[in-house]
C-alpha cells in the first residue's frame, strides 16, 4: 500500500493550491474529491481576484501573492486569467469620501491605483450612468478568472507536470491517526495512508469531524448570481459600485466607516446582502452578482434550494441605475454556497498533529487562495 506525504481532500481552490505548493517542495500528493468534476463554490463564483477588497492586514498581502502566484502558473499555461483590473464607482458623497481615502491608504502600501472624477470615469467607460457616477477608484494590477475552467486547468498542469495523483468519485468518510501517520477511508472502501491529510471540504461538514464545525462557530452563505445575454460592447475592467465600497472588508479601514449612513433604499438592498458586481465572459456575456442570506453551519436546509425572483429583480433594477448595457435579457441564474467562519477570516483546526482541516474562507478564496495556502505549507514543512 503506497504512502503519500500528503493527502488532500476536496478539489477546490484551496484543496488544489496546497497540492501545488507541496508539490513544488518535492512532496507526494494525493487529491481526494467526491463528485466527478468537482462543482462548488470554487467553481461557481464570479471569479474575480481583488486584494483591493481585502482586510488591510496580511489577507491584502495574501491577495497580491495570489496574483503573483496567479501569474506564475499561467506563464505556464492558460489558466484563464486576465489582468483587466477593477473600477469601484461611487454613487455619493460618503463612498466618495472612501473612496479618496482608500486611494491614500493604497499609497501608503505601494499599490498602484488611480483615482477618477466622475467626468473622467464617463470618458473611460461611456456605459456608465452619468446619475450614478460620483467618481471611481481603478486598480490595474487586479484580475479575473474564469470559474467554470480555472481550478481544472491548475489540476490539469499538476497532475501533467508536477505529478499529482488525483482521484475523483472518491469520497472520504473517515480520517484517523493511526500508527503515528493518518489513515483515509473512502466511501467505497479504498484505504489510504499518508504522513499528513489536509481536509479542504469547502461546505460539506456532515462527514468528517462534524462536532468540530459547530464549536467553531461557522456559517454557511448561499450567494445568487445571473448571466445576462452577451453584448457587443465590452467591459474593460470589472465594476464593483457603491454597495461593494459599503461592504468591502478593506474600506473598514477608512476613517469616515464608522460614520456611513445607509438611506432606506441602501438599507434595503443591503438587507438581503446585495452589492452589485459586473464583469464580461469571455463570451461577451455579463456576469452580475450577488446577494447574501447566512444560515448555521449545520442548518445548511434553512437557505432553501430556491432561486429567489425577488432578489434577481432588486439586484437587476439596482444594476440598470449603473450602467447601460444593449440587453438586460437574463440568460441563466444560479446559486452558490461558501462557509466563513464568524470571528476568524478562515477556519483551521489541526487533530491529533496529522490532520489539518481549512475551510470557511468565506468570499474571498478566488483571491487570497493560492497566498494562504503558500504560507500554510511552508508551515507545514
Ligand atoms: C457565487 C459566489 C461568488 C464568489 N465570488 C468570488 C470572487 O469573485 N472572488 C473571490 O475571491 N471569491 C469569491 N467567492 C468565494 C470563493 O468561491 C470561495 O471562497 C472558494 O471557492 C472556497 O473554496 P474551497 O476550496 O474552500 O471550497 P469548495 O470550492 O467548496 O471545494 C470543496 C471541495 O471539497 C469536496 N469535498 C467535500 N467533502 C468531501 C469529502 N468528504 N470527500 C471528498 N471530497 C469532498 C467538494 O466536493 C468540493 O469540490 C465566491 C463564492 C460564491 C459561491
Known sequence: MKKYDLIIVGAGIIGTFCAYHALKKGKSVLLLEK????FEASFRNFGQAVPSGQSLNHWFDYGRKSLKIYRDIQDYTDISMVKN?????????QEMTLLEEMHQLFIERDYPNKLFSAEACLMENPMLKKEYVKGGLYFPDEASLNPLVMVHRVREYLIQYMGLHYLPLYSVISVEKKRGIAKIQSANGQVFWADKIIIANGRDTQFLFPEVYTQAELKICKLQMMRLKSQKRTLKANILTGLSIRRYESFHFCP????????????KLQDQGIHILFKQADDGSIILGDSHSYAPVHQQAQLGFEISTEINEMMLLEAKKILELESWEVESTWAGFYL?????????????????????????????????TADYIHKLY
Open 35 to 38: 463528485d466527478s468534476q468537482p
Open 85 to 93: 483590473g477593477s473600477w469601484y464607482y461611487a454613487s455619493d458623497d
Open 256 to 267: 469616515s466607516y464608522a460614520r456611513i449612513q445607509a438611506n432606506a433604499e441602501q438599507q
Open 340 to 372: 466563513q467562519a464568524n470571528k476568524s477570516d478562515i477556519f483551521t483546526k489541526m487533530l491529533d498533529d496529522v490532520i489539518h482541516i481549512i475551510t470557511g474562507i468565506g468570499g474571498k478564496g478566488m483571491t487570497t487562495s493560492p497566498g494562504f
